[in-house]
């Protein structure tokens, strides 16, 4: 019984952690510009099919890895910079419109660039299982945990200590007044854009050897970190990574208790009641007009 209570919690643990990197990217353009990024998915999907492309073109892995970060970074940089400045100021359904179809676009592109199959990533350091407590938990699994803590600590450090963190608070608090005072609030767009599609692109390629890539994975992991992002509390960057934490344990936990068949309906099951019982989240995120 306790065997299986672990091998659920680390699958839990596991896919939680990569909810956590999409809610992450969700906040981080939320609390720049207040918009929602429902491309963010996408960028996932593209760190992941990236990172197969080129680790077979014949890339050194940790180099193909790299370069699977920057591109979707740059697409973020071109999304921010194409789309949503253009409209600024633009109606909420507006931005949301332009996000879809951003995201149908990076999916149509991939699917006729590289292909509609499913490909296959391998493990960073083997696939040999670690036994604890009658559980297994994979090698793979320790990555996407250990990568993620780091991105957190990484991140409170970013905007604890460093100016440029600090001018993106300052930007998210109050945009004209860090105009005001000096703050070029465009590159701040530029920079959230940059970090919100590089963590995506982080957490495919972190699960990609787990659960396979294909142009299609971005859709239900996106639309799951923005559950994460709304259940931690929208605007919350710790609320963020617990959030993404708790919907996936609930998730795997509903899977192997109650049914498999189920999996996917738990997290929309979870923001609803939020919405209808705690409609800022467990750690309330900014009130806003756009939603």
């Given at each position: 019984?306790?065997?299986?209570?672990?091998?659920?919690?680390?699958?839990?643990?596991?896919?939680?952690?990569?909810?956590?990197?999409?809610?992450?990217?969700?906040?981080?353009?939320?609390?720049?510009?207040?918009?929602?990024?429902?491309?963010?998915?996408?960028?996932?999907?593209?760190?992941?099919?990236?990172?197969?492309?080129?680790?077979?073109?014949?890339?050194?892995?940790?180099?193909?890895?790299?370069?699977?970060?920057?591109?979707?970074?740059?697409?973020?940089?071109?999304?921010?910079?194409?789309?949503?400045?253009?409209?600024?100021?633009?109606?909420?359904?507006?931005?949301?419109?332009?996000?879809?179809g951003a995201s149908l676009v990076i999916r149509g592109l991939v699917q006729v660039t590289l292909g509609k199959g499913t490909v296959s990533l391998p493990a960073f350091s083997g696939d040999a299982p670690i036994e604890i407590l009658g559980a297994t938990l994979l090698p793979q699994s320790l990555w996407v945990l250990g990568v993620t803590l780091i991105v957190v600590?990484?991140?409170?450090?970013?905007?604890?200590?460093?100016?440029?963190?600090?001018?993106?608070?300052?930007?998210?608090?109050?945009?004209?007044?860090?105009?005001?005072?000096?703050?070029?609030?465009?590159?701040?767009?530029?920079?959230?854009?940059?970090?919100?599609?590089?963590?995506?692109?982080?957490?495919?390629?972190?699960?990609?050897?787990?659960?396979?890539?294909?142009?299609?994975?971005?859709?239900?992991?996106?639309?799951?970190?923005?559950?994460?992002?709304?259940?931690?509390?929208?605007?919350?960057?710790?609320?963020?990574?617990?959030?993404?934490?708790?919907?996936?344990?609930?998730?795997?936990?509903?899977?192997?208790?109650?049914?498999?068949?189920?999996?996917?309906?738990?997290?929309?099951?979870?923001?609803?009641?939020?919405?209808?019982?705690?409609?800022?989240?467990?750690?309330?995120?900014?009130?806003?007009?756009?939603?």
């Amino acid at each position: 019984m306790l065997a299986q209570f672990l091998q659920f919690l680390f699958s839990g643990l596991t896919v939680g952690a990569t909810y956590a990197l999409a809610a992450l990217g969700f906040t981080l353009i939320y609390n720049a510009s207040h918009v929602i990024n429902f491309a963010q998915g996408e960028f996932i999907m593209l760190g992941a099919m990236l990172a197969v492309f080129f680790a077979h073109s014949g890339l050194p892995l940790a180099l193909a890895l790299v370069f699977a970060i920057l591109v979707p970074a740059l697409v973020g940089v071109a999304l921010e910079k194409l789309a949503i400045e253009p409209v600024k100021g633009a109606e909420t359904v507006t931005l949301i419109i332009i996000t879809i179809g951003a995201s149908l676009v990076i999916r149509g592109l991939v699917q006729v660039t590289l292909g509609k199959g499913t490909v296959s990533l391998p493990a960073f350091s083997g696939d040999a299982p670690i036994e604890i407590l009658g559980a297994t938990l994979l090698p793979q699994s320790l990555w996407v945990l250990g990568v993620t803590l780091i991105v957190v600590i990484a991140l409170w450090y970013f905007f604890t200590r460093t100016l440029g963190g600090k001018a993106m608070l300052a930007t998210s608090f109050n945009r004209v007044a860090a105009e005001m005072v000096g703050i070029n609030t465009n590159w701040v767009l530029f920079m959230s854009f940059a970090m919100s599609a590089g963590l995506g692109a982080l957490g495919g390629i972190l699960v990609a050897p787990i659960t396979m890539a294909s142009y299609d994975m971005g859709i239900m992991l996106g639309l799951k970190g923005f559950v994460a992002a709304v259940v931690g509390g929208l605007g919350n960057g710790l609320g963020a990574v617990l959030g993404g934490l708790i919907v996936g344990i609930l998730e795997a936990m509903g899977a192997g208790y109650v049914s498999s068949a189920y999996k996917d309906a738990i997290p929309f099951v979870l923001i609803l009641l939020m919405l209808f019982f705690m409609p800022r989240g467990l750690f309330g995120g900014k009130s806003t007009d756009r939603v």
